[in-house]
């Protein structure tokens, strides 16, 4: 979702310019560029019902619908969203050594896992630093799914399919399908299980934050996956791309219209809200798991073993602390950005830190923000100034989420 917001601003700027032959010169060259596009097969759905679509990740994605971001973010909180993330990219990996092969490239302990169970984790490159993350789920002993960040699918595919290749040279047993033949959709908020229950015989109260089945939803074969980036409960749902139409349908309908499409420009305030991480701002190649707050991830047997890529920095920070850590932030003024200077609050104006991603809560009607500063500086109650667009504004750290999660979890 890196951009997205700016994609937006861009886009109207774009048309408040243009006039006459500008105008259609601009028309003409977005045309050519939507063409270019990877659409999902959800796409004249999309348009169909307002969706004003912009380019990610070189997808033609729906930022918004009719309603403003701000209606949808509190539409999913009180009821639900719909969302179609088909551009984000699923894969298994098969075989008998699928789980250790995993292990070299992440930081969970995926074997520790249950099956039809998974976890939030990190693939780490040679220096400890996030190359993505991704929810992996352990079907069985052979057979892992995985769900990578739509930008980062040609590196990451390239990085897993590099060492893949090594691997099965020295005799592992691993191999992979990248499943382009299925889209994703994602149901979150209040209304997610009561809606879905409608349309599946599996009893989903027994199925908990973070379970994995392969069942009949709507009469399509389905991967579905307790999880999301809302911080609310709800599913993830795999579905054959020829049925997913037919699925998102009765998905709407069946809710009596309560749970809305929804777009990217609130799926990004919703994740801020839930204090989750956005890969390209709040983690990228130079942040390690530790600095970003998702020590959490890395597994008790994997502490003691390592045995992934940038373990010896990784371990060490988990030893001796890291120098600068990830924090949730409320601020005065404008919203701060990405990018936006985090200075000391003692005058000195010294530079202490970064903002990578804020906003205006919907739900919390205050500027809220993530960033990072300097170890020592990043408890809670902790004050400084962010600055945003040459001007020092009043911040504090504080904890996240910033709205309580919802999970449904076992009792």
Same mark, same amino acid.
């Not at 109207?12 to 006039?19: C, K």
């Given at each position: 979702m890196r951009g997205l917001l700016a994609c937006a601003t861009l886009a109207?700027? #774009?048309? /408040?310019? /243009? =006039?006459g032959a500008g105008r259609r010169h601009l028309a003409g060259a977005a045309e050519a560029a939507e063409a270019?596009?990877?659409? !999902?097969a959800l796409y004249d759905f999309h348009v169909a019902h307002g969706g004003k679509m912009v380019p990610f990740a070189g997808w033609s994605m729906p930022i918004q619908y009719k309603d403003s971001i701000m209606d949808s973010t509190l539409n999913c909180r009180a009821n639900g969203s719909l969302f179609d993330v088909s551009h984000m990219c699923g894969l298994s990996l098969h075989g008998s050594q699928a789980i250790p092969f995993l292990e070299t490239l992440v930081v969970a302990d995926v #074997? /520790? $896992?249950k099956d039809g169970t998974g976890s939030l984790t990190v693939f780490t490159n040679e220096k400890g630093g996030a190359i993505d993350d991704s929810v992996v789920t352990k079907v069985t002993d052979k057979h892992v799914y995985l769900v990578v960040n739509a930008g980062c699918r040609d590196k990451d595919l390239a990085h897993i399919g590099a060492h893949m290749e090594a691997f099965n040279k020295k005799g592992g047993d691993v191999k992979w399908h990248i499943h382009d033949e299925r889209s994703l959709l994602a149901l979150q908020g209040p209304l997610a299980a009561p !809606? $879905?229950?409608l349309l599946t015989k599996e009893d989903l109260s027994k199925m908990y934050f973070s379970d994995f089945k392969m069942i009949d939803i709507n009469g399509s074969a389905c991967f579905l996956t307790r999880t999301g980036y809302t911080g609310e409960d709800g599913f993830e749902i795999s579905v054959p791309s020829e049925n997913a139409l037919d699925l998102a349908k009765a998905l709407l309908e069946k809710s009596e219209g309560k749970v809305r499409l929804t777009g990217l420009g609130a799926r990004d305030s919703l994740r801020l809200e839930a204090g989750l991480c956005l890969y390209g701002n709040d983690m990228e190649q130079h942040t390690t798991p530790v600095e970003a707050g998702l020590s959490w991830a890395i597994g008790k047997r994997r502490r003691a073993e390592g045995g992934f890529l940038g373990a010896e920095v990784i371990l060490k920070q988990l030893k001796e602390g890291p120098k600068i850590r990830r924090v949730g932030i409320f601020s005065q003024g404008p919203p701060p950005r990405s990018h936006s200077a985090i200075v000391s609050g003692d005058g000195s104006g010294e530079n202490i830190g970064e903002v990578t991603s804020g906003g205006f809560s919907p739900c919390l009607k205050k500027n809220i923000a993530m960033g990072y500063v300097k170890s020592g500086l990043h408890k809670a109650g902790t004050e400084f100034k +962010? +600055? +945003?667009r040459g001007k =020092?504004?009043? /911040?504090v750290v504080t904890k996240m989420p910033f +709205?309580? !999660?919802k999970y449904y979890k076992a009792p």
């Open positions: 109207r700027r #774009a048309g /408040a310019a /243009a =006039s270019e596009l990877k659409k !999902t #074997a /520790a $896992l !809606t $879905l229950q +962010v +600055v +945003v =020092s504004y009043d /911040a +709205v309580p !999660t």
